[in-house]
């Protein structure tokens, strides 16, 4: 990797914690715990699954859960994958319809259109202006056959977050069972599934610091909530989810959600005090706009469309920098973020978004450079766009007939 | 994604706009013809000028873009291009030229489409004056 490329792509992906990653090696060779944790007549699989279960422990802890609440999937996708799809199919007799936002994550809009194929009807609500699923709206949307409600707890794209505890309180009256993908929380922001009443959550193991395919999903107690399996296969996980557990990436994902538990207020202070810093920085370029807000989104993503500006030529221009404009998962289309249309933004400036997100690692001396990176770039694209000289001229570009091909 | 040819067109641009032909020209002169195609929805704006001496030889151009590395490196290269042609010859400048020349792929063809279009917009602007 070249060594002047900086890292603002933390909500995409995290690299795995040093501490993480020594403790993963301990799983893999022969002189090492490598046993298959399913193993129960020898050694190596009693030391395997002890660890195993060490890590549920520290998963569990993070999110004031009981361990034997948590099942290890392959990461956040299957997490919701085995969240909505196994509810929706094991609860089908009690009622067919589903509620969820538009801005979810694909990994829960894609098993809803799934569904959809199956016979269920989906209700895709909208968010406010800043990125926020409102208690009112959902409540407007339920129905007596209304059995799921998904709803993410951290905007991937946005960073702006949801009330969780208020939505559950409605939910759990409502006899509805309540999804949250948490796969951007996790070390974010405290989680209290001891007190939240959320049915199922969903986990990943790489937005914390962990490796990638390991992530985890809570399945409550107490209400019981019961799934139908996607995988079938020796009945691992009490049924949930077959295949034989990862030691060491289950391993990988328990310790870092250990640090994750004990450096979170750190971590924050750290963040927090950079994404200020950062738009202090970057603000006084004319005619940018914070997608979300500052008062209801976490300090590691900071969202921002700079007007006139095509976010892929930005993204080019910002050669050195790792960001990305809309979600990963959609960078490769030429579409623009389905998450910032939802908000009702002007397409020009859903076209020119850029996400910058920062974590454990960012240092301040990074983010001034990419600061002064920004600016320097946004100026000469400006230089380059016609539609900046028109705004200039103070030309309406609403009013401009433009020829579309 | 991007060929190295789109990035260096795309770089040099960026880093020396004067040099690239980057600007406006004034176009209510009768000797300067202006197209501009895309759309701000699509995430593609060209605007290209061109100015025609009395031989019907483009003699220069200036152009601005809104959009992707690819759509500025293809109007860098419409532009180096144009300038020396005649209309007719400009005329028969096609879209797939300028993405071989560049290597686009091919979810980026309608970058060098933008530049056929504009450049035909521009030829009846000026044509149209004239007339």
């Known amino acids: ?405 | 994604m991007y060929s190295r040819k789109v990035i260096q067109k795309f770089e040099e641009t960026l880093n020396n706009p004067q040099a690239h032909n980057v600007g406006r020209m004034d176009a209510k002169a009768k000797n300067v013809g202006t197209g501009m195609v895309g759309a701000p929805a699509c995430g593609d704006v060209m605007r290209l000028q061109i100015e025609v001496n009395d031989k019907d030889v483009i003699t220069d151009c200036k152009f601005k873009t809104y959009g992707c590395g690819s759509a500025i490196a293809s109007s860098q290269q419409m532009i180096e291009m144009l300038i020396g042609k005649t209309l007719d010859e400009a005329k028969n400048i096609k879209d797939r030229e300028i993405a071989e020349l560049l290597e686009l792929p091919s979810i980026k063809i309608h970058c060098s489409v933008l530049a056929e279009d504009s450049i035909k917009k521009a030829i009846a602007d000026y044509e149209s004056k004239k007339a």
């Open chain 1, 1 to 405: 990797m070249k060594s002047n490329l900086v890292y603002f792509d933390y909500a995409s992906t995290t690299p795995v914690d040093k501490r993480v990653a020594e403790k993963m090696h301990e799983c893999l060779l022969l002189d090492g715990n490598f046993g298959n944790p399913a193993s129960r007549s020898h050694e190596f699989g009693w030391k395997a699954d002890e660890a195993v279960e060490k890590a549920r422990l520290h998963v569990a802890n993070l999110v004031k859960a009981d361990s034997r609440e948590i099942v290890w999937t392959s990461g956040a996708t299957e997490s919701d994958n085995l969240a909505i799809k196994g509810a929706a199919r094991f609860y089908k007799d009690r009622g067919k319809h589903i509620i969820t936002s538009k801005i979810e994550h694909k990994a829960v809009l894609d098993p809803c259109r799934q569904l959809e194929r199956e016979g269920f009807e989906i209700t895709y609500l909208d968010p406010d202006e800043n990125g926020v699923i409102s208690l009112d709206n959902i409540k407007k949307h339920v129905k007596d056959s209304t059995i799921l409600l998904s709803i993410m707890h951290i905007n991937n794209e946005l960073g702006a977050v949801n009330d969780i505890e208020e939505i559950g309180k409605f939910t759990r009256e409502n006899n509805i069972i309540f999804h949250v993908d948490a796969a951007q929380s996790t070390g974010k922001l405290p989680i209290d599934l001891s007190k939240l009443d959320v049915d199922l959550m969903s986990f990943s193991g790489h937005k914390t610091y962990g490796p990638k395919g390991i992530g985890a999903l809570y399945v409550s107690r107490k209400p019981r909530i019961r799934l139908e399996a996607l995988i079938h296969g020796g009945g691992h996980e009490r049924g949930f989810r077959s295949g034989t557990l990862p030691t060491h990436q289950i391993v990988g994902m328990g310790e870092a959600f250990r640090i994750a538990a004990d450096e979170m207020e750190k971590d924050n202070h750290n963040i927090a005090q950079l994404a200020d810093l950062f738009w202090k920085e970057v603000s006084d370029i004319e005619e940018i706009y914070l997608n979300g807000s500052f008062e209801n989104k976490i300090p590691n993503i900071t969202n921002i469309s700079f007007a006139y500006i095509e976010g892929e030529s930005l993204i080019m221009a910002l050669k050195d920098v790792a960001v990305s404009s809309g979600s990963a998962c959609t960078s490769a289309s030429l579409e623009p973020s389905y998450v910032l249309r939802a908000l009702g933004r002007a397409d020009e400036l859903a076209h020119s978004s850029i996400r910058f997100s920062f974590g454990r690692f960012t240092t301040e001396k990074e983010v001034k450079m990419v600061a002064e990176t920004t600016k320097r770039v946004v100026r000469q694209l400006r230089e380059l766009s016609p539609l900046w000289d028109m705004y200039k001229d103070g030309v309406d570009l609403e009013k401009v007939e433009w020829v579309t091909h």
